[in-house]
Structures are given as C-alpha cells and as structure tokens.
C-alpha cells in the first residue's frame, strides 16, 4: 500500500512533477500570472520571468498553459530545451509546433524564406482570426545568442497596436545578463519578474495546501509547526527542496511505529540524512526562527 493512502490521502501530496493541481498560489505567484495574462490580451509582446533552480517557473508555466487552454483565442506552444543548432532550425521548429504548412524541402529554405512563412501565419492568426499567438520558452537561459536574436525579430513584427506574437521566457537569472547584451532586447521586455522564494508563513501555507489538494481532511496538521521551521531554515524557502524533505518525511512518518505527527526530530533526522547526501553540512541552530 502506498505510504499516502496509509497517512488516508488519495494522492502523492509531494511528488516532484510540476502539476498545476498542487501550484500553491503565494502572493507572487498569483502576481506573476495575472501580469503575464494580462500582457498577453494587451499583446504587448515580451514576458520575462526570471528565478533560481527550483523556486517554480515550469510549475508557473504550466500554470499558465492551463490557463490558456481554457480560452479559445490563444494558440501556443511551450519549447521545454531551447536548444537548437541554428535559427533556421528554431523558426523551422515553430513551423513545425504550429502545424504551419511548409510545402518546400526545409533544407532548401533560406532562413528568411522560413520567417517569412511563419510572419504569414502570424499575420493571419491574429489580424484574421483574432487569435493570440503565444510562444513560450522554458529554461530560457539555455537560448543562444543567435536564437535570441532571432526572437527579437519576431518581435518586430507588429500593427500600430500590438505584437504579432507573444513570448514568455522563463529562466534562470544568467538569462537577464543574457538579454542586456543584445542591442534592442532589453528595451522590448514589457514585464519582467523575478520568483523568489517561499517566506516562513508561505512555506507553512504550501504544506498545508498540497497535503489537502492530496485529499486530507483530518483536523490534526501532519506537520509540527516546529517541524516546518526546520524545513524552511534548511530549504530557505525553496519549493523544489521543501517538497523533497516533506515527502522524506512522511515516509519516515509511516515508517516509525511510535509517531502520529512529523515532529522536529523527525524533520531534522530527514534533513540530516539529506545534507549528508549532498555533501553538505548544515548545523542546525536550537532556535532557527
Ligand atoms: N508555488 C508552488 N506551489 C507548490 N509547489 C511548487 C510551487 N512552485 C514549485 N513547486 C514545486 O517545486 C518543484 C520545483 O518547481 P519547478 O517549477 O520545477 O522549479 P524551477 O522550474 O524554477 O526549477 C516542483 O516539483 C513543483 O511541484
Ligand atoms: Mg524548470
């Protein structure tokens, strides 16, 4: 029996995967995606989110998707691993992600051939099918110059009023010193944020909310609050690192026979074992918080 329906959920409170389900709404979170939904039916043009490893940007962006598949005049596509060997093969690749019709042979094409293609779709989603055309890049940081400048491009293409395409980077913070060496770029970026971590009473909320989005109704937390402190001194409020030790810890819950409730102890023996894996020391202070 797996170790959540003994604990009386229905699901994984803590798994790993970026499911928009268990997306706990913090402040910034919540500010973040009515901004970028907010530019996006202004067709204004260029979103960028920067944010650590692990603070939430995919789960942000697939926040986001669903968030587009509810409305019917946005097309998009997400690129997960912006990696690609030349522009003609990223412009080729939203050829291909759109389901663009290409009737020439790709390698033939010139890159300004394949641009021109995808500028006539574009030209013809928004100004005659009213449509919203968004492109979102994942892992932002991973583009290279020449991808960039390519999208700085397609940036240009506009009416008197709007963008012909929307593009949201997600990235890690390298991406921002990225973007300001590109002449022209940085100027374009229409709203820019940065993620950051979880504080204490957030950190609190976001266990709390997973472990009932997973289907628990008792009355009893499953976390000590002097638990979550330890959590959070030893995550620094990270998401990815607090959904780890959470998980370690409910196992470890189910485990010992003598526990109802994951206490300190038990919290600082999961995160013990977890720094020791790392290779870290972390000292834990008496009173962290
Ligand atoms: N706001 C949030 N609420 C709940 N879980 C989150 C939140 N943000 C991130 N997570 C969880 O943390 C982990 C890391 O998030 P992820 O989106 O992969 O971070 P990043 O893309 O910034 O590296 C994921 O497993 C995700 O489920
Ligand atoms: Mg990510």
Request: proline share 3%; aromatic share 12%; charged share 25%.
């Amino acid at each position: 029996m797996s170790y959540y329906k003994i604990l009386g959920l229905n699901s994984e409170p803590f798994s790993t995967s970026p499911d928009p389900e268990f997306l706990y709404l913090s402040r910034e979170y919540d500010l973040a995606l009515t901004n970028i939904l907010i530019e996006l039916r202004l067709k204004r043009g260029l979103n960028v989110i920067l944010g650590d490893v692990g603070v939430g940007k995919t789960t942000l962006s697939r926040k986001l998707v669903k968030e587009l598949n509810n409305r019917e005049d946005f097309i998009f596509h997400v690129t997960l691993n912006p990696v690609f060997e030349s522009e003609k093969e990223f412009l080729f690749t939203l050829i291909r992600n759109f389901d663009i019709p290409f009737d020439r042979d790709f390698r033939e094409a010139t890159v300004s051939e394949v641009r021109d293609v995808f500028e006539g779709f574009l030209l013809n989603q928004t100004l005659k099918q009213n449509k919203t055309v968004v492109l979102i890049i994942d892992e932002a940081q991973k583009l290279s110059q020449e991808t960039l400048e390519s999208l700085r491009i397609l940036l240009n293409y506009e009416t008197n009023d709007f963008k012909l395409v929307q593009i949201v980077l997600l990235g890690q913070l390298e991406l921002y010193s990225r973007i300001i060496e590109i002449a022209n770029f940085y100027d374009r970026i229409d709203f820019k944020f940065t993620l950051n971590p979880l504080g204490f009473e957030e950190t609190k909320d976001m266990i709390d909310f997973r472990i009932r989005q997973a289907g628990f109704n008792g009355s009893m937390y499953l976390f000590l609050e002097e638990a979550i402190k330890d959590i959070y001194y030893y995550t620094k409020g990270y998401p990815r690192g607090i959904i780890r030790i959470c998980h370690r810890c409910l196992r470890a819950l189910v485990m010992s026979k003598s526990k109802m409730v994951v206490d300190r102890q038990l919290a600082t023996e999961v995160i013990e074992k977890d720094s020791i894996s790392r290779w870290r020391h972390v000292t834990m202070p008496q009173n962290s918080i």
